[in-house]
């Protein structure tokens, strides 16, 4: 891995071993998460102006309305589609810069990942080429309909809060798959989980969280 990938300073490997400790502290249990929270590099996801604070435990900013999640949040909504479940393909809605889909392509076979604002997928494409990730397929689009044509999903997280869970992604999980995702407006958002049980769909409430909302329709080159 070149010296850019490496990361010094403040982007160096202590200084991500000092937030995986933090994300252990913090109740992340899954150590095959933790060690790709470790070994994706998040430095190369984030503005060049921001790369020293790549590794504290916090959202920044991508432009265009959008944030890179919290490595906290990240870790805790991988954790929660892997829990006891074998996970060979996963749909994320909102691809933003591809820091969340670097993290799960290691973990899982495949990757589908959908973003509507075309610029931001075209980064997250060069983001995933640099460090070498070449099992993810993209799609510029709306998050609203899912990828039906790729489904049913074992796994389906979604980076961006609706109001309501939206029933085209709950139709795209496969039998025994898990949707993650916030929900509410802001400030009274929740993270929740529904697992598909035949055709019910079982919630659980995994906490109070903050993303930005999640929009219909797509936004081009020039939007």
């Known amino acids: 891995m070149d010296t850019r990938l490496d990361g010094i300073g403040m982007t160096s490997a ?5 937030l995986i400790l933090r994300l252990a502290e913090q109740g992340i249990q899954d150590a095959a998460v933790l ?3 470790r070994s994706v590099p998040r430095h190369i996801f984030v503005d060049e102006a921001l790369a020293s604070r790549a590794y504290e435990d916090t959202a920044l900013p991508l432009g265009h309305g959008q944030t890179i999640s919290q ?3 990240v870790a805790r909504m991988t954790e929660a589609l892997r829990a006891g479940a074998a996970v060979r393909s996963v749909l994320e809605i909102g691809t933003g810069c591809g820091y969340q889909t670097a993290v799960l392509a290691g973990l899982v076979p ?3 990942t959908i973003e509507r604002i075309e610029p931001l997928l075209q980064r997250a494409k060069s983001n995933l080429r640099e460090i ?4 993810v397929r993209f799609r510029h689009g709306d998050g609203f309909e899912g990828w039906r044509a790729m489904g049913p999903y074992d796994s389906i997280l979604v980076a961006a809060a609706p109001a309501e869970v939206p029933e085209e992604l709950l139709a795209q ?4 798959g898990r949707l993650v ?4 407006p802001d400030g009274r958002q929740r993270l929740l989980r529904y697992t598909r049980r035949g055709t019910v769909y079982e919630p659980e409430d995994l906490g109070a969280v903050s993303f930005v909302p999640m929009l219909a329709g797509v936004v081009g080159s020039l939007g």
């Open 110 to 112: 495949q990757v589908f």
């Open 181 to 184: 995702m916030p929900i509410g």
């Open 132 to 135: 070498g990730i070449a099992n």
């Open 173 to 176: 999980l496969a039998p025994g």
């Open 71 to 73: 490595p906290y949040i």
């Open 35 to 37: 060690e790709r929270i």
């Open 14 to 18: 202590r200084t991500r071993e000092r």
